[in-house]
């Protein structure tokens, strides 16, 4: 018993679990994951997780209907399923669970957390999916983040649910938006969350884009870090924001950012835009 509380508490001490708890805690306050709202994986390596637990022991294991052979032996720290983000920080033992891919991809195995038979987040498949996509892409990705940022998700109840037309509006809202995410934004039609057609969906998005917006409901986000990932949804979560102040106002947009200006603004950062909505 001494041991486990010993183990349980180096674990809430450690750099990634700090950050999570952190981050899952901002989230909430800023209304992006009401109630159990939201999920995230964080992709991380056996010499991270190690100095804290002893990864040979396994307290169960969970089958997964959805293999992942691509995924073996990889480690995550995941949000259980039904998790509140405002209690992440208060009980992370029981909202939080470290988790190892098994060897051939066919189940997951709980080392940490997760208490009282909590369960990862319903929304594992389409993370793992993801995950998969954005490591063919970029073999430093590490963060898949779901939330339910208020103003992209208003955006598609007023805007046209086009991913050039919706990637150039939010672009135009603020400057930085082009240089933080060049490639745009996916959109899927809308689904039913916790499928794995939504999840097979969102991957294909995320073999062109870190940021897939699921209509009237919320955005899938990738990133090489948390803050990464969180930095990437919060300044598209900016423009919509202005997006949806400029558009409730009488008399419309007074003057914007052209084209051309957005063309300069990407050869000044050294970024390539999307060739599609932009030349």
């Known amino acids: 018993m001494l041991r486990e509380l010993k183990k349980q508490n180096e674990m809430i001490h450690a750099p990634f679990m700090v950050e999570m708890m952190a981050l899952t805690y901002d989230m909430w306050c800023l209304g992006w994951d009401e ?67 098994n060897h051939d991809g066919t189940m997951i195995e709980l080392l940490w957390g997760l208490n009282n038979g909590g369960n990862p987040t319903s929304e594992l498949p389409s993370h793992f999916m993801s995950h998969i996509a954005r490591l063919q892409q970029d073999p430093d990705h590490r963060v898949i983040m779901h939330t339910h940022t208020t103003n992209l998700i208003g955006m598609t109840f007023t805007h046209e649910l086009d991913e050039k ?83 409730s106002q009488t008399g419309g947009v007074k003057q914007a950012i052209t084209d051309w200006e957005l063309s300069v603004l990407a050869n000044a950062f050294d970024v390539k835009p999307n060739k599609n909505f932009i030349s």
């Not at 804290?52 to 959805?66: G, Q, S």
């Not at 039609?189 to 939504?198: A, H, R």
């Not at 969102?202 to 990932?229: C, E, R």
Request: with cysteine.
């Open 165 to 247: 037309s919706f990637t150039k509006s939010l672009w135009k809202m603020c400057t930085e938006c082009i240089v933080v995410f060049p490639e745009g934004v996916g959109i899927l039609p809308w689904m039913i969350p916790g499928t794995d057609l939504i999840g097979e969906e969102t991957a294909k998005k995320m073999k062109d884009y870190q940021l897939v917006v699921w209509p009237h409901h919320g955005i899938f986000g990738a990133g090489n870090s948390l803050d990464d990932a969180f930095g990437l949804i919060e300044t598209a979560e900016k423009a919509a924001q202005l997006y949806m102040l400029i558009n």
């Open 35 to 101: 109630r159990n709202g939201g999920n995230m994986s964080y992709l991380l390596t056996e010499e991270e997780v190690a100095p804290y637990l002893d990864v040979t022991e396994v307290i169960r294991t969970i089958l997964l209907e959805f293999q992942v052979p691509e995924l073996a032996n990889t480690y995550f720290l995941v949000t259980g399923s039904g998790k509140y983000f405002r209690n992440m920080k208060r009980n992370p033992e029981e909202c939080l669970g470290l988790i190892r891919v």
